[in-house]
T-cell receptor, first 115, second 111 residues
Framework: EPEVTQTPSHQVTQMGQEVILRCVPI?????FYWYRQILGQKVEFLVS????????KSEIFDDQFSVERPDGSNFTLKIRSTKLEDSAMYFC?????????????FGPGTRLTVL | DAKTTQPNSMESNEEEPVHLPCNHS???????IHWYRQLPSQGPEYVIH???SNVNNRMASLAIAEDRKSSTLILHRATLRDAAVYYC????????????FGQGTRLTINP
């Protein structure tokens, strides 16, 4: 069964450094998403992406964040200058939206630890 | 976004049915009711969704109240693998939409 994959599974970085989290969505999907989950808290929407542009973003997704689909398979989330509060699990998801059935498929996540 | 209310936690025994309730009294007429779950240390996983009629799939059943202000996810025979946090998420019928997760219900299954 097709699945969303994410790399790395765990990323440790120093505050102020740039990180890039990578995702390979399911191949025929058209919509891509990033969510994050701070330890012990809710899963929070960050951004959705379609047709090579951002469809929607949350207040969390400020100028420090960017997304890109550099080729036909990868979808990346970049954090330019990490802060301690960026430490979280980051989940990528993808969907092939049809009327009434926009099921999102999530990857296993990347645990980001900012020191 | 429609507000949802779910119990913080529930407990059941293996091989018994589990009924997970959700109140969504502010749901709009076109919102579907989606259920996702998150197994320990994993990403969320789709379970089931419906609009007005009760729905069944290989994972679960979804019973939707006639006034659509509440729904119940039914696991017919819980297994240890069903231990997870279950989220009820109303969603607009407009194609790809962000999922707004609440705190969900943490389901514990006793062997």
């Amino acid at each position: 069964e097709p699945e969303v994959t994410q790399t790395p599974s765990h990323q440790v970085t120093q505050m102020g450094q740039e990180v890039i989290l990578r995702c390979v969505p399911i191949s025929n999907h058209l919509y891509f998403y990033w969510y994050r989950q701070i330890l012990g808290q809710k899963v929070e929407f960050l951004v959705s992406f379609y047709n090579n542009e951002i469809s929607e973003k949350s207040e969390i997704f400020d100028d420090q964040f960017s997304v890109e689909r550099p080729d036909g398979s990868n979808f990346t989330l970049k954090i330019r200058s990490t802060k301690l509060e960026d430490s979280a699990m980051y989940f990528c998801a993808s969907s092939e939206p049809r009327r009434h059935t926009d099921t999102q498929y999530f990857g296993p996540g990347t645990r980001l630890t900012v020191l | 976004d429609a507000k949802t209310t779910q119990p913080n936690s529930m407990e059941s025994n293996e091989e018994e049915p589990v009924h997970l309730p959700c109140n969504h009294s502010t749901i709009s007429g076109t919102d579907y009711i989606h259920w996702y779950r998150q197994l320990p240390s994993q990403g969320p996983e789709y379970v089931i969704h419906g609009l007005t009629s009760n729905v069944n799939n290989r994972m679960a059943s979804l019973a939707i109240a006639e006034d659509r202000k509440s729904s119940t996810l039914i696991l017919h025979r819980a297994t240890l693998r069903d231990a997870a946090v279950y989220y009820c998420i109303p969603g607009e019928d407009q194609g790809a939409q962000k999922l707004v997760f609440g705190q969900g219900t943490r389901l514990t299954i006793n062997p």
